[in-house]
């Protein structure tokens, strides 16, 4: 079951409006006059990552309990009861009022975790409510706006301790349910005559692509199934995407190897892994390096791919070049898998496979975000943030927000003098140290805002 947060609070002070902004729908009703909400009423709410239970509850009122409002009182004392924390809502452009010092004591007499929220603390207005608040004994307030959505990450802090958990699912994407079992859709990229379709050829044992000497044969992206056998015998479906060869933009002048190159283009983002193939007689040139960054651009998954091995000469020394040349050359995500293979004799096929398996599995993981803030507090204790002109810049806390290609949202304050090279030392970390290897991972900025900060 997901934890559980219970919204309480006298009327009229913006409960249901938080309710559907967590849920992401307007499922509860919400009008200018108090007690529209008289039922509990439950959604799933995500926040920044992370889901769990969130419940409505009408507005508490100090009345017999036999009376309607009595009674709706009971159902949120049930609410609070059975939550793991509550959400307390006050006006902070009303202040504090005798019936919200009556529901802070109840709450603090109860076992349930609260955390204090000031709503509608918009504007200066809310100044003195928030200042007040400090006042009912349940902690720091959270300047707060339901209407306008400010402050969620405020909130995300404060409820964290109590909503994450670490073997409840994280929230997927439909894309992300059962990729395991999905054909993995893989593109072949390159320049012309790399011999992409050789190698297709070859997965599938059949000719069943037109090849020959001549450069820029294929025109349209072909999409072809096939069935993979792995190691253990496990038969795995596999979708391979031959397209046209890349050239330079300066030398594509015909209209028809335009559309081509479109439509390889287009393939690259349906695709879950690209294969870029290398003629290895040829060496690394500066197109290759052009096509592996709008890959990267992209947000796929890459595998580099050194076809025609079997005809190179000194094949060390120019493994080595080329790999040096890649790590200069894609200096944004170092480690890509650059594997050895021949289209024309079958050697490596099975290998490239493999690790395009595995890539596509670090390419859709999540983590949660409770490890992940473990791992970034390790990382700002190595190497704490700078201090340009002597002001501290605060990182906060990251949360994974997206998967394929993986994506964080890095929260603190005056992050826009954050120097890059930090930037990349927390991409690199979390490459290195969560297991996402050489795929590419994404990372924003945002700064919390800071109601004073007009002050």
């Known amino acids: 079951m997901l934890p559980t947060v219970a919204i309480v609070g006298r009327p009229n002070v913006g409960k249901s409006t938080l309710f559907n902004r967590l849920v992401g729908k307007k499922l509860a009703l919400v009008d200018d006059q108090p007690g529209v909400t008289r039922d509990r009423r439950e959604g799933k709410a995500n926040l920044l990552g992370v889901d769990f239970t969130i419940i ?4 508490y009122e100090d009345e017999d309990p036999q009376s309607l409002p ?14 793991d924390v509550a959400l307390f809502l006050i006006d902070a452009r009303a202040g504090i009022t005798p019936l919200d010092e009556e529901i802070a004591r109840w709450l603090r007499e109860g076992d349930a975790p609260v955390v204090l929220v000031a709503n509608k603390a918009e504007g200066k207005a809310a100044d003195g409510g928030v200042m007040e608040a400090f006042g009912l004994g349940l902690g720091d307030p959270i300047p707060f706006s339901a209407e306008h959505g400010q402050g969620m990450a405020d909130l995300f802090q404060a409820l964290l301790p109590h909503i994450d958990r670490e073997e409840e699912e994280a929230p997927v994407e439909e894309d992300e349910l059962d990729f395991e079992s999905a054909p993995l859709k893989l593109a072949i990229v390159g320049r012309p005559n790399a011999g992409k379709s050789t190698l297709i050829n070859r997965f599938l044992g059949e000719n069943r692509l037109l090849t020959g000497p001549e450069a820029g044969i294929t025109r349209d992206s072909i999409a072809v199934d096939w069935e993979w056998t792995d190691a253990d015998g496990n038969v795995r479906p596999v979708r391979l995407i031959d397209t046209a060869g890349m050239r330079k933009r300066a030398k594509v002048q015909d209209k028809l190897e335009k559309l081509a190159v479109s439509d390889g283009l287009n393939a690259v983002n349906f695709a879950e892994v690209v294969v870029l193939l290398l003629d290895a007689t040829r060496g690394l ?5 052009r096509i592996a960054d709008r890959v990267i651009e992209e947000g796929r998954a890459l595998v580099i791919g050194l ?3 079997d005809t190179v000469e000194n094949g ?8 040096q040349a890649l790590s200069d050359g894609l200096a944004q995500i170092r480690g890509v898998p650059i594997l050895t293979l021949s289209g024309a004799t079958g050697k490596g096929l099975d290998e490239i496979i ?3 398996f595995e890539t596509r599995t670090a390419w859709s993981q999540r983590i949660s975000t409770g490890q992940l ?6 990382a700002l204790e190595a190497n ?15 949360t994974q927000n997206k998967t394929r290609p993986p994506t964080f949202v890095l929260f603190g304050t005056r992050l826009d003098e954050l120097p890059e090279s930090y930037r990349r030392y927390l991409v690199n970390g979390i490459r290195k140290e969560l297991g996402f290897g050489a795929v590419p991972v994404r990372l924003t900025l945002r700064s919390a805002k800071n109601p004073y900060a007009s002050k």
């Open 285 to 289: 040139e500066a197109q290759d390096l």
């Open 316 to 323: 060390s020394a120019l493994y080595q070049g080329i790999k």
């Open 307 to 309: 076809n025609k091995w």
């Open 56 to 59: 409505d509850t009408a507005g």
């Open 373 to 378: 803030n473990r791992w970034f507090e390790r």
């Open 354 to 356: 493999r690790v395009a």
């Open 70 to 83: 009595g009674r709706m009182r009971m159902q949120t004392q049930a609410a609070v009861e059975s939550a």
């Open 384 to 398: 704490p943030p700078p201090a340009p002109g002597g002001k501290r810049i605060k990182l906060r806390y990251i």
